[in-house]
């Protein structure tokens, strides 16, 4: 995604002062607390808020360079918008909702492609109902259709699913991540949720205060110790994508290749050679001095820690390297003290839980 933010505004008790410039492709999330200037960026984006000072750049379009009086307005951007309400038009059906942008765009995409969107969002049933007959979650996903089918060149997505309960959550994340790989509309996320924002992101721009704190790859934020006080050391851990490199059919197991090391997981139904993603919480990894033997744990990876954080209570955080692949483990200060860890000491790492979701377009077995 080429995409150049840099503006500042002014509100009553509240500075915003935002520049960040991701440099890989894919979703970008705009991750932090309430209150952090999330909503109010996309706004600036979107042509919602037309800040007071700044430059917006996507590709080679200029959407706002203040000191040369551009402002493009929003209807001329050709950005779609999903808010945290769906928004939908309650008079109309869902196939009227999913056709309104589509009929009225400027960039209207092909006919086909309105078939095309209604089966990747699994529309094809609800068509003909109104949207007070639907869900939550299937509200979001006409949301969603609806902003595809105005043709947009950038997809906004503003906490999308802040509204729905957990089950509603975990129904519409697989059609999201359905959106990042088979549509080539570059998309920039809000969420205040680590969870969702690690399983969808390829870039993260933390945001606190009204300031950008820090940006970069997924795997490399969720590893920042010093960034613990904002994404959250309950949800701390590694980010890391990998190869599945083979199955045992016998036990039910998958073996990932990650980096220099591997991972066996149980049985994922991707090929062999699929991409998937790896989340590995600090909670779930234990240091050991020597490699343990006798035990039920499957991965165990040899180590070196590279930084200890300490805070105020009984815990800390541990920044280990294992062939090239960075972990987190969450362990207590009298530990530390008990195993003399300091950084460069050489270890093991146990393995106790490790998430996979999947990763690209290599499909299932």
């Not at 607390?33 to 200029?62: E, H, M, W, Y």
């Not at 146990?350 to 999947?358: G, L, Q, S, T």
């Given at each position: 995604?080429?995409?150049?933010?840099?503006f500042r505004h002014r509100f009553a008790g509240f500075d915003l002062d935002v520049e960040f410039e991701?440099?890989?492709?894919?979703?970008?999330?705009?991750?932090?607390?309430?209150?952090?200037?999330?909503?109010?960026?996309?706004?600036?984006?979107?042509?919602?808020?037309?800040?007071?000072?700044?430059?917006?750049?996507?590709?080679?379009?200029?959407?706002?360079?203040?000191?040369?009086?551009?402002?493009?307005?929003?209807?001329?951007?050709?950005?779609?918008?999903?808010?945290?309400?769906?928004?939908?038009?309650?008079?109309?059906?869902?196939?009227?909702?999913?056709?309104?942008?589509?009929?009225?765009?400027?960039?209207?995409?092909?006919?086909?492609?309105?078939?095309?969107?209604?089966?990747?969002?699994?529309?094809?049933?609800?068509?003909?109902?109104?949207?007070?007959?639907?869900?939550?979650?299937?509200?979001?996903?006409?949301?969603?259709?609806?902003?595809?089918?105005?043709?947009?060149?950038?997809?906004?997505?503003?906490?999308?699913?802040?509204?729905?309960?957990?089950?509603?959550?975990?129904?519409?994340?697989?059609?999201?991540?359905?959106?990042?790989?088979?549509?080539?509309?570059?998309?920039?996320?809000?969420?205040?949720?680590?969870?969702?924002?690690?399983?969808?992101?390829?870039?993260?721009?933390?945001?606190?205060?009204?300031?950008?704190?820090?940006?970069?790859?997924?795997?490399?934020?969720?590893?920042?110790?010093?960034?613990?006080?904002?994404?959250?050391?309950f949800e701390a851990g590694a980010v890391i994508d990998a190869t599945v490199a083979g199955h045992d059919?016998?036990?039910?197991?998958?073996?990932?290749?990650?980096?220099?090391?591997?991972?066996?997981?149980?049985?994922?139904?991707?090929?062999?050679?699929?991409?998937?993603?790896?989340?590995?919480?600090?909670?779930?990894?234990?240091?050991?001095?020597?490699?343990?033997?006798d035990t039920s744990a499957n991965n165990i990876l040899p180590a070196t820690i590279t930084d200890i954080?300490?805070?105020?209570?009984?815990?800390?955080?541990?920044?280990?390297?294992?062939?090239?692949?960075?972990?987190?483990?969450?362990?207590?200060?009298?530990?530390?003290?008990?195993?003399?860890?300091?950084?460069?000491?050489?270890?093991?790492?146990?393995?106790?839980?490790?998430?996979?979701?999947?990763?690209?377009?290599?499909?299932?077995?």
């Open positions: 995604m080429s995409i150049t933010v840099s991701p440099s890989s492709r894919g979703i970008v999330a705009l991750f932090g607390p309430s209150g952090a200037g999330k909503s109010t960026t996309v706004n600036a984006i979107a042509g919602l808020l037309r800040p007071a000072q700044g430059r917006i750049v996507f590709g080679d379009r200029v959407l706002l360079d203040t000191d040369r009086g551009i402002f493009v307005p929003p209807r001329k951007r050709r950005i779609g918008y999903v808010f945290q309400d769906a928004r939908l038009f309650p008079h109309m059906s869902v196939r009227d909702n999913l056709l309104y942008g589509w009929r009225r765009s400027a960039n209207r995409p092909p006919k086909q492609e309105i078939d095309r969107v209604i089966g990747l969002l699994g529309l094809d049933t609800l068509l003909q109902r109104r949207p007070r007959f639907l869900s939550g979650g299937e509200k979001s996903r006409v949301a969603l259709g609806r902003a595809l089918l105005c043709g947009p060149d950038l997809l906004l997505l503003d906490e999308p699913l802040a509204n729905l309960d957990q089950a509603r959550r975990n129904e519409i994340l697989p059609y999201l991540e359905r959106l990042r790989e088979e549509m080539t509309v570059p998309m920039v996320y809000v969420s205040h949720s680590i969870d969702e924002v690690t399983r969808l992101s390829d870039t993260i721009v933390v945001l606190n205060g009204g300031k950008v704190v820090a940006a970069g790859e997924v795997g490399d934020i969720m590893t920042r110790l010093d960034l613990f006080p904002i994404t959250g050391r059919g016998e036990f039910g197991l998958t073996t990932l290749a990650v980096d220099g090391a591997r991972l066996v997981v149980p049985e994922l139904s991707a090929r062999e050679g699929s991409q998937v993603r790896v989340r590995i919480r600090a909670r779930d990894v234990i240091i050991a001095l020597s490699a343990p033997v954080r300490f805070d105020p209570g009984p815990y800390a955080d541990v920044l280990l390297h294992a062939a090239g692949t960075p972990l987190l483990a969450r362990v207590t200060r009298s530990s530390i003290a008990r195993l003399g860890l300091a950084s460069g000491t050489a270890v093991f790492a146990v393995i106790k839980a490790i998430n996979v979701e999947p990763r690209g377009r290599s499909g299932q077995r």
